[in-house]
């Protein structure tokens, strides 16, 4: 369906991660299922308000892939004269969630549970 590919796009274009001001319920669960991370502003924060143009690069902190349920994500803005940073909200709402992103999509934590479950026999 057009909502599977408005996920399916981004992560086949290399994005590993979207930050907006909110997601719509089944957006963000199919982001999550193709193992990309969504991420939303905090606050009273925008793109406007911290003076972002899309021209800018992006250093987003994984924490080595030790993400919390909710917890909150530094994003690290280059590109401009000078360096800045926020704060974001990290959208992987479950632990089951956190599991799919962990292992870069539903389909590779699926994959992995069955080669798990086969080497055990």
């Known amino acids: ?8 796009g981004p992560m086949l274009l290399g994005v ?5 001001q909110s997601f719509e319920r089944i957006h963000r669960s199919n982001l999550v299922g193709m193992g ?6 905090m606050h009273q924060q925008s793109p406007d308000a ?8 992006f250093d987003i902190d994984l924490k080595g892939g030790q993400l919390e349920v909710g917890g909150v994500v530094e994003v690290r803005v ?3 004269e000078k360096v800045k940073s926020f704060m974001t909200r990290c959208r992987l709402d479950t632990e089951v969630e956190l599991a799919y992103f962990q292992n870069g999509g539903i389909l590779h934590y699926v994959l992995r549970k069955l080669v798990k479950g086969s080497q055990k026999k």
């Open 16 to 20: 590993r991660c979207v930050i907006a």
């Open 36 to 41: 990309v991370l969504p991420l939303e502003f």
């Open 78 to 80: 280059g590109g401009n």
């Open 50 to 57: 911290l003076g972002l143009t899309g021209e800018e690069t």
């Open 1 to 8: 369906s057009s909502r599977d590919w408005a996920a399916k």
